[in-house]
């Protein structure tokens, strides 16, 4: 699947942003847009006018990293964007007769691992954040997102379709709109590392057309990664708790990984009593 859309709209959503004051440019009379025009990026990053308007069309795949460089400088992307503007230039240059392959199963090894973090809400997702496995702190935990009608036929719980699927999310989570940038964001970052995943899209497109909150945060292309971090929840059970979480990437063969979340309390307060007491 192309990733030319992707690549025009990520381009003009980030142009539109940066002022010409912002750019180093002098502004001289009225302006339709409050962004830079494309010949002012092109003047910038040193390329011609026809060459930037071909890229921002989606054209990304023959570009070079030192070009990409200098368009992500004069855009003033962010670390967390640069990473997305070259995951869509990577998968742009894939053969377009190569397919997706499918998620390899979770080892053993992995839930073991989890089983072990006893003091830790712990829990596995895959691309579309799809729960591939949990501990038993993690199930209890987040009780209200496995009881919820969204997971599809008794198949796996996802996290993206609770959250904007589901009205008791807004309850169970203390910051629903925070939560929901971070879950949009990684599908984003998602897809544009394999447009051609045609699961990913099917979850987007079912969003989209079901959620007017997601469909927003997916129309700005923002990318966010939030490796740690605090969460509240409004747990059923167990009342108020306010946990702090740490994301790191599971390694499950010599090419794939998966992503792994804890949540932990501080040690001695109320929320650790709070949260052990969810599984006795």
């Not at 169970?172 to 964001?185: E, K, N, Q």
């Not at 063969?253 to 804890?262: I, K, M």
């Given at each position: 699947?192309?990733?030319?859309?992707?690549?025009?709209?990520?381009?003009?959503?980030?142009?539109a942003r940066v002022?010409?004051?912002?750019?180093?440019?002098?502004?001289?009379?009225?302006?339709?847009?409050?962004?830079?025009r494309r010949e002012e990026v092109a003047l910038l990053a040193g390329v011609s006018v026809d060459w930037y308007?071909?890229?921002?069309?989606?054209?990304?795949?023959?570009?070079?990293?030192?070009?990409?460089?200098?368009?992500?400088?004069?855009?003033?992307?962010?670390?967390?964007?640069?990473?997305?503007?070259?995951?869509?230039?990577?998968?742009?240059?894939r053969p377009r007769a190569a397919e997706v392959a499918a998620e390899a199963a979770l080892p053993a090894t992995a839930q073991w691992l989890l089983d072990s973090m006893t003091l830790s809400s712990a829990m596995v997702t895959g691309r579309r954040q799809d729960v591939l496995a949990v501990n038993p702190l993690a199930r209890a935990l987040y009780a209200p997102l496995f009881a919820s009608a969204t997971t599809r036929d008794g198949g796996r719980a996802n996290l993206a379709r609770y959250h904007f699927l589901d009205a008791g999310a807004r309850e169970?989570?203390?910051?629903?709109?925070?939560?929901?940038?971070?879950?949009?964001?990684a599908l984003r970052a998602e897809?544009?590392?394999?447009?051609?995943?045609?699961?990913?899209?099917?979850?987007?497109?079912?969003?989209?057309?079901?959620?007017?909150?997601?469909?927003?945060?997916?129309?700005?292309?923002?990318?966010?990664?939030?490796?740690?971090?605090?969460?509240?929840?409004?747990?059923?059970?167990?009342?108020?708790?306010?946990?702090?979480?740490?994301?790191?990437?599971?390694?499950?063969?010599?090419?794939?990984?998966?992503?792994?979340?804890?949540?932990t309390a501080e040690p001695g307060s109320t929320d650790e009593a709070r949260l052990r007491a969810l599984v006795g």
């Open positions: 699947m192309a990733n030319r859309s992707d690549v025009r709209d990520f381009l003009v959503s980030r142009r002022s010409p004051g912002r750019a180093g440019l002098p502004v001289l009379g009225r302006r339709r847009v409050p962004g830079l308007t071909r890229l921002e069309k989606g054209h990304i795949g023959g570009v070079s990293r030192e070009v990409l460089d200098a368009v992500a400088g004069v855009l003033r992307l962010d670390a967390e964007e640069r990473v997305y503007l070259f995951d869509l230039a990577r998968a742009a240059r169970f989570y203390g910051d629903w709109a925070g939560t929901a940038d971070v879950l949009v964001a897809a544009g590392r394999d447009p051609r995943d045609g699961a990913t899209r099917e979850l987007v497109g079912e969003l989209t057309a079901a959620s007017t909150e997601f469909r927003a945060r997916w129309s700005a292309h923002d990318v966010l990664l939030h490796p740690r971090g605090a969460k509240t929840f409004r747990h059923p059970e167990a009342g108020e708790l306010s946990l702090s979480y740490h994301s790191v990437d599971l390694p499950i063969s010599a090419t794939e990984t998966r992503h792994v979340c804890a949540c």
